[in-house]
Structures are given as structure tokens and as C-alpha cells.
């Protein structure tokens, strides 16, 4: 899944404010990127999926993500905000970053599953977290995610 993050899928300096416009703002790019082909679809997996529980993580970071039928192929969309984002999390702090995680509905979830595992590992390394918030740019935020995904 490494090649489904590409430097077109980070955004940095997003100024959502809240979880809901953090969701909006990733079905709707997902949309404009050709990873979806329904905002609303889209919108509601994610929404569904942070009912069952928060995708806030530790350290500034979420992993939100959505299985949709809506779903073309499976990719990952990078947000780094402008402010800190509050978002239910397990150290009860905002957030600073969202790496979204876009599955379609057919996928068995084993993918799925790897790459939620290798991101949620890749965060509990400072090396990995400092690489994504101080990348200059998306290219370096992409390098980052990668060599993640790849340990």
C-alpha cells in the first residue's frame, strides 16, 4: 500500500477546526483525488467508524478511517493542521496530524489491518512523529509515511 500515498494526498496547513470538518474536508477531497465517488457514502464510514471509537492516537496524531463501497482503491490522505484540532484521544490532547485511511468495502481487511498496525506502531517511534510534523514538505511527509510502512 505504500505507492497509496503519493505527495498529491498531503495536505499541509489545513485549517479544519474540528473533527466533523476534518471528515468533510477528507470525503470531499477524496472525491476531487478520484478515491471516491460519493462525499456523503464516504462521510458517513468515517463517521460510523469514529462512533465505535476514537481514532485519536497519542502524540498529536489520529488514524481515521473509512470501508466503503464508495471506495475505489486503497489509499492514504496525509493532513497537517495550521492549529491543533481537538479530537477525543488517549493522552486527551489535539491533534496536530490526520493520515487517513481509505478502504474499499470489498477488501477481506488484512491490508487494512497491516497498515493500520504498521501506522499505529510507526507512532509510538518520535523518530516517525518528528519526521511527519517538521517535513518541509509533502514529498518529505511521504518518505516518512513510506519508511514506516516498510519497518
Not at 11 to 37: H, M, Q
Not at 73 to 82: E, N, T
Not at 124 to 139: L, P, Q, S, V, Y
Given at each position: ?49 469514529e ?11 489520529a ?47 488484512t ?7 504498521k ?33
Amino acid at each position: 500500500m505504500s505507492e497509496t500515498v503519493t505527495a498529491s494526498h498531503v495536505f499541509l496547513g489545513n485549517t479544519a477546526t474540528s473533527v466533523d470538518e476534518v471528515l468533510l474536508f477528507l470525503s470531499e477531497k477524496a472525491v476531487e483525488l478520484g478515491i471516491t465517488d460519493d462525499v456523503e457514502s464516504t462521510l458517513e464510514a468515517f463517521k460510523n467508524r469514529e462512533a465505535e471509537g476514537t481514532t485519536g492516537m497519542m502524540g498529536g496524531f489520529a488514524i481515521p478511517h473509512c470501508k466503503s463501497a464508495s471506495v475505489s482503491d486503497p489509499c492514504i490522505v496525509v493532513l497537517r493542521f495550521s492549529e491543533p484540532v481537538e479530537w477525543q484521544t488517549m493522552d486527551k490532547a489535539p491533534i496536530d496530524c490526520a493520515i487517513a485511511l481509505f478502504i474499499p468495502d470489498g477488501e477481506l481487511g488484512t491490508e487494512h489491518l497491516r497498515i493500520l498496525s504498521k501506522l499505529a506502531a510507526s507512532l509510538m517511534h518520535e523518530d516517525f512523529c518528528r519526521a511527519i510534523k517538521g517535513a518541509a514538505d509533502a514529498d518529505a511527509v511521504v518518505a516518512a509515511i513510506n519508511e514506516g510502512l516498510e519497518n
